[in-house]
């Protein structure tokens, strides 16, 4: 395990899959539980929570106190190498439009979900069917029946926490039961509730209840973020490729940059040539199928950049659709603190890794100047103090009275330490995430001059949002500060939010939901891959990340993406067992 | 004690503000401190690190950026900033200016204000007092902190923006260093980052701010005994 150096004349595996994340991860776990032959390929090194996560340390312990670098963007704690820049590894953009796509790309076993949100939402009956609605984008060829099997066995397998409440779009799952809100919680639950925001239980693959003898129930420590040692959360590498490497049927080969998928002359693909990052010299694998995971771009960048004269326009590319309809959610992001939240009794809050309660999308856009909803995040309370630790705290020590006294803003001294403590766990925060429309002209494509350092040239995105998802951030604007202000908040950040700045609307990418750019179709002319997520010019072609999506929603693209790669993988079984591929 | 001890208390002892004044008015206290050391970057990682980290704070931790001077003049700063109290101790108990040594070779964007505003303060001490900052009396250390520390009394005096600038920064730099040590946690009360289970609020706190939890959630949620 680990380092397996295969040479071209290696053994033939079932499938060779490109990428440990969720979609990858899921591959492998179903193959080989299904007695295939598998070579897991990943572009980073092993990484297995239990040993690695930096789950309870103490601030103190991290010489810059958490504080994010570029290989840690989210802190000096958190669970996944990499981020928004990887050292040799650049992108570019085309500069076209204000707008820069921003891209986060783990490297690592497991990928971004050893740090992710752990929101695990399941797209409802309407988010299949968007065209049919509003006339925007694309149908998916397939509907929510057709994926609903997979998302009831992907909650007993996985885990995830919520409440059934009978949602027609939000559909209920098989849940865990949801901790209790914590006392910020409590008051936006109020708040909202109270101008007709509902806010529900929020749905988190994170174990309130042990399910197996390999996974420990969550303790409460709110670090999802930074991998759980008992894997009381869901991270593909402690729950997915770590039991699928003890079946003995997967090799997985770590540090292996893919550069290509190979084909014979019939176009069907060999396997993959990859760049082993330890001796930088290149090797290759060959599997009666590929199934790329490698992210939605990732995955994208590996058809554009197999060229053959059977494939002339990218492997599998007939259509030209690879890469195009590139989409991210929408984000925008506001937050305050509430006076009666001052002087706080200290207690132990920190509960699951994220919020409790969240409000999905409750609207009619029927009646709203945009398309598509968002969903609500909420955030607050004691966390733990990390660099940044109320920074700007002359904004806000004068504007309230402490302890009954007015002060002046900024200070120092013994008065100032009453101010932190007084303010301590009275932040809230509230961030949007929402539903962008996919367009053709949002695309990445091979940047023709740039390479990275395995020589692989790179991507170059263009990217750009519409008044769609511009008018959507100012209606999640809008609606935070209604909240804020029936809690008696006072806003803190975001209270800028304008046309200036798009009312906060973030960058695409930036919310790192990445999807669209392999999509799937009936109209082979409009899409790369089928029903299925099999190609329709390579039987044995199959994308299991983002890349399939041909909208995704005002939900959190995980689920989908086990659920998707669930079915595509049962699929690959059943199909080989037939001798179809 | 050994080297790394005896460097800490030479440059951290004794710096409280009390002591400020007895120690400004003895000139010189040069001496064994010339090489500060970097202290915290000192200390080795046990906790997981990509190589690539690792070879960044290699390259990092010997650095030193701040002089001598400059040193005993963040020193007074942070301890005018995070005083010893009835709650905790001072930002040097802290070893809060060790971590603006290591923080500014981390993240280099900090260096320039530091160091400028530095120079702006002694500047301004070497005007009105004829001393850099660092070598004037107590009471004039104050008297020119109060110029700065408050933003809504000099809002219309742009001649101090820069000092303004620089002292928001030192203090929100201070803070930051403080509150994420030991001695700090436990000041601002922190108790979290321990296995538990969540049962809610405790009742005493729900009944203080008249909330309950429904009869819904205290059916479903999660409950442990």
Same mark, same amino acid.
């Given at each position: 395990? =680990?380092?397996?150096? +295969? /040479?071209?004349?290696?053994? *033939?595996? !079932?499938?060779?899959?490109?990428?440990? $994340?969720?979609?990858? %991860?899921?591959?492998?776990?179903?193959?080989?539980?299904?007695?295939?032959?598998?070579?897991?390929?990943?572009?980073?090194?092993?990484?297995?929570?239990?040993?690695?996560?930096?789950?309870?340390?103490?601030?103190?312990?991290?010489?810059?106190?958490?504080?994010?670098?570029?290989?840690?963007?989210?802190?000096?704690?958190?669970?996944?190498?990499?981020?928004?820049?990887?050292?040799?590894?650049?992108?570019?953009?085309?500069?076209?439009?204000?707008?820069?796509?921003?891209?986060?790309?783990?490297?690592?076993?497991?990928?971004?979900?050893?740090?992710?949100?752990?929101?695990?939402?399941?797209?409802?009956?309407?988010?299949?069917?968007?065209?049919?609605?509003?006339?925007?984008?694309?149908?998916?060829?397939? =509907?929510?029946?057709? +994926? /609903?099997?997979?998302?009831? *066995?992907? !909650?007993?397998?996985?885990?995830?926490? $919520?409440?059934?409440? %009978?949602?027609?779009?939000?559909?209920?799952?098989?849940?865990?039961?949801?901790?209790?809100?914590?006392?910020?919680?409590?008051?936006?639950?109020?708040?909202?509730?109270?101008?007709?925001?509902?806010?529900?239980?929020?749905?988190?693959?994170?174990?309130?209840?042990?399910?197996?003898?390999?996974?420990?129930?969550?303790?409460?420590?709110?670090?999802?973020?930074?991998?759980?040692?008992?894997?009381?959360?869901?991270?593909?590498?402690?729950?997915?490729?770590?039991?699928?490497?003890?079946?003995?049927?997967?090799?997985?080969?770590?540090?292996?940059?893919?550069?290509?998928?190979?084909?014979?002359?019939?176009?069907?693909?060999?396997?993959?040539?990859?760049?082993?990052?330890?001796?930088?010299?290149?090797?290759?694998?060959?599997?009666?199928?590929?199934?790329?995971?490698?992210?939605?771009?990732?995955?994208?960048?590996?058809?554009?950049?197999?060229?053959?004269?059977?494939?002339?326009?990218?492997?599998?590319?007939?259509?030209?659709?690879?890469?195009?309809?590139?989409?991210?959610?929408?984000?925008?992001?506001?937050?305050?603190?509430?006076?009666?939240?001052?002087?706080?009794?200290?207690?132990?809050?920190?509960?699951?890794?994220?919020?409790?309660?969240?409000?999905?999308?409750?609207?009619?856009?029927?009646?709203?100047?945009?398309?598509?909803?968002?969903?609500?995040?909420?955030?607050?309370?004691?966390?733990?103090?990390?660099?940044?630790?109320?920074?700007?705290?002359?904004?806000?020590?004068?504007?309230?009275?402490?302890?009954?006294?007015?002060?002046?803003?900024?200070?120092?001294?013994?008065?100032?330490?009453?101010?932190?403590?007084?303010?301590?766990?009275?932040?809230?925060?509230?961030?949007?995430?929402?539903?962008?429309?996919?367009?053709?002209?949002?695309?990445?494509?091979?940047?023709?001059?740039?390479?990275?350092?395995?020589?692989?040239?790179?991507?170059?995105?263009?990217?750009?949002?519409?008044?769609?998802?511009?008018?959507?951030?100012?209606?999640?604007?809008?609606?935070?500060?209604?909240?804020?202000?029936?809690?008696?908040?006072?806003?803190?950040?975001?209270?800028?939010?304008?046309?200036?700045?798009?009312?906060?609307?973030?960058?695409?990418?930036?919310?790192?939901?990445?999807?669209?750019?392999?999509?799937?179709?009936?109209?082979?002319?409009?899409?790369?891959?089928?029903?299925?997520?099999?190609?329709?010019?390579?039987?044995?072609?199959?994308?299991?990340?983002?890349?399939?999506?041909?909208?995704?929603?005002?939900?959190?693209?995980?689920?989908?993406?086990?659920?998707?790669?669930?079915?595509?993988?049962?699929?690959?079984?059943?199909?080989?067992?037939?001798?179809?591929? | 004690?050994?080297?790394?001890?005896?460097?800490?208390?030479?440059?951290?002892?004794?710096?409280?503000?009390?002591?400020?004044?007895?120690?400004?008015?003895?000139?010189?206290?040069?001496?064994?401190?010339?090489?500060?050391?970097?202290?915290?970057?000192?200390?080795?990682?046990?906790?997981?690190?990509?190589?690539?980290?690792?070879?960044?704070?290699?390259?990092?931790?010997?650095?030193?950026?701040?002089?001598?001077?400059?040193?005993?003049?963040?020193?007074?700063?942070?301890?005018?900033?995070?005083?010893?109290?009835?709650?905790?101790?001072?930002?040097?108990?802290?070893?809060?200016?060790?971590?603006?040594?290591?923080?500014?070779?981390?993240?280099?964007?900090?260096?320039?204000?530091?160091?400028?505003?530095?120079?702006?303060?002694?500047?301004?001490?070497?005007?009105?007092?004829?001393?850099?900052?660092?070598?004037?009396?107590?009471?004039?250390?104050?008297?020119?902190?109060?110029?700065?520390?408050?933003?809504?009394?000099?809002?219309?005096?742009?001649?101090?923006?820069?000092?303004?600038?620089?002292?928001?920064?030192?203090?929100?730099?201070?803070?930051?260093?403080?509150?994420?040590?030991?001695?700090?946690?436990?000041?601002?009360?922190?108790?979290?980052?321990?296995?538990?289970?969540?049962?809610?609020?405790?009742?005493?706190?729900?009944?203080?701010?008249?909330?309950?939890?429904?009869?819904?959630?205290?059916?479903?949620?999660?409950?442990?005994?």
């Amino acid at each position: 395990m =680990g380092d397996l150096q +295969i /040479k071209k004349e290696s053994k *033939k595996y !079932d499938a060779v899959i490109v990428g440990s $994340g969720a979609g990858g %991860g899921m591959a492998a776990y179903v193959l080989a539980n299904a007695g295939l032959k598998v070579c897991l390929l990943e572009a980073g090194p092993m990484f297995d929570p239990k040993k690695d996560s930096n789950q309870l340390r103490n601030p103190w312990e991290s010489p810059r106190r958490g504080a994010g670098t570029r290989f840690r963007p989210f802190g000096d704690f958190d669970g996944c190498y990499w981020g928004w820049e990887i050292d040799g590894e650049p992108y570019t953009q085309t500069g076209k439009g204000p707008w820069k796509w921003e891209w986060w790309r783990a490297r690592m076993l497991g990928g971004r979900t050893n740090h992710w949100g752990r929101i695990s939402l399941r797209f409802g009956p309407k988010d299949f069917k968007r065209k049919s609605i509003d006339g925007l984008g694309d149908d998916w060829p397939i =509907g929510y029946d057709d +994926i /609903k099997p997979y998302y009831d *066995k992907i !909650d007993r397998l996985l885990g995830v926490f $919520g409440s059934n409440e %009978g949602l027609e779009n939000d559909p209920d799952g098989i849940f865990l039961p949801p901790p209790k809100p914590r006392l910020h919680e409590l008051f936006i639950k109020r708040a909202a509730t109270g101008i007709g925001i509902p806010v529900i239980p929020s749905r988190l693959s994170i174990l309130t209840k042990q399910i197996n003898a390999e996974r420990g129930q969550c303790f409460f420590c709110s670090q999802c973020g930074r991998s759980c040692k008992v894997y009381g959360d869901f991270s593909s590498s402690s729950c997915l490729v770590i039991p699928s490497l003890k079946t003995g049927n997967v090799d997985l080969i770590t540090n292996a940059m893919a550069r290509e998928i190979l084909c014979d002359k019939e176009g069907l693909a060999t396997g993959v040539s990859y760049v082993n990052k330890t001796d930088m010299k290149e090797y290759q694998v060959s599997g009666r199928t590929v199934i790329l995971a490698a992210s939605a771009c990732e995955s994208a960048r590996l058809l554009l950049n197999s060229k053959s004269p059977r494939y002339p326009n990218g492997f599998a590319n007939g259509s030209g659709v690879a890469g195009k309809y590139l989409h991210d959610s929408t984000g925008a992001d506001m937050g305050g603190i509430i006076p009666e939240l001052f002087d706080r009794k200290r207690y132990n809050e920190d509960g699951v890794g994220g919020m409790h309660i969240y409000s999905p999308w409750w609207l009619d856009n029927k009646k709203l100047d945009f398309p598509r909803g968002y969903h609500i995040e909420y955030g607050g309370g004691f966390g733990m103090p990390l660099y940044g630790f109320y920074w700007g705290i002359e904004e806000l020590n004068g504007a309230y009275k402490i302890n009954g006294k007015q002060k002046e803003a900024g200070g120092y001294g013994i008065s100032l330490k009453e101010d932190y403590r007084y303010l301590f766990g009275s932040h809230i925060g509230m961030a949007g995430r929402g539903e962008s429309i996919a367009r053709e002209d949002n695309y990445c494509e091979i940047d023709p001059k740039v390479v990275d350092k395995y020589g692989i040239p790179v991507l170059r995105f263009n990217t750009s949002y519409t008044d769609y998802e511009i008018n959507q951030a100012k209606h999640m604007s809008e609606t935070f500060s209604e909240i804020l202000h029936a809690m008696g908040a006072i806003i803190t950040y975001g209270k800028d939010n304008g046309p200036k700045n798009n009312y906060g609307l973030h960058n695409p990418g930036n919310i790192i939901h990445e999807a669209g750019t392999v999509r799937m179709g009936n109209d082979r002319k409009r899409s790369v891959l089928n029903k299925w997520s099999q190609a329709h010019e390579c039987k044995n072609l199959f994308c299991v990340d983002g890349g399939p999506f041909v909208s995704q929603a005002d939900k959190n693209i995980t689920w989908t993406i086990l659920a998707l790669s669930m079915r595509t993988s049962e699929y690959i079984v059943d199909q080989m067992k037939k001798q179809n591929i | 004690m050994d080297r790394r001890e005896s460097i800490k208390s030479i440059i951290i002892g004794g710096l409280t503000i009390s002591a400020l004044a007895e120690a400004c008015n003895a000139p010189d206290k040069k001496g064994a401190a010339t090489d500060h050391p970097n202290v915290l970057a000192r200390r080795t990682f046990d906790f997981n690190r990509m190589p690539e980290e690792l070879e960044h704070f290699n390259r990092i931790k010997d650095l030193i950026f701040f002089n001598e001077a400059e040193m005993a003049t963040i020193t007074i700063l942070a301890d005018i900033i995070i005083p010893r109290d009835n709650v905790s101790g001072s930002a040097t108990d802290a070893q809060v200016p060790e971590f603006f040594q290591f923080i500014v070779n981390d993240m280099p964007e900090h260096q320039a204000p530091l160091r400028d505003g530095i120079k702006w303060l002694d500047d301004q001490c070497m005007n009105r007092y004829k001393r850099p900052f660092k070598d004037c009396r107590g009471y004039e250390q104050m008297e020119i902190v109060d110029l700065i520390a408050w933003p809504d009394r000099v809002k219309d005096k742009p001649k101090l923006a820069p000092g303004v600038a620089f002292f928001n920064l030192m203090r929100n730099l201070t803070a930051t260093a403080f509150y994420t040590t030991e001695i700090g946690v436990k000041d601002i009360g922190y108790i979290g980052n321990t296995p538990n289970q969540w049962n809610g609020v405790p009742d005493d706190v729900l009944a203080h701010y008249k909330l309950a939890y429904s009869e819904r959630e205290l059916k479903e949620c999660a409950h442990y005994s």
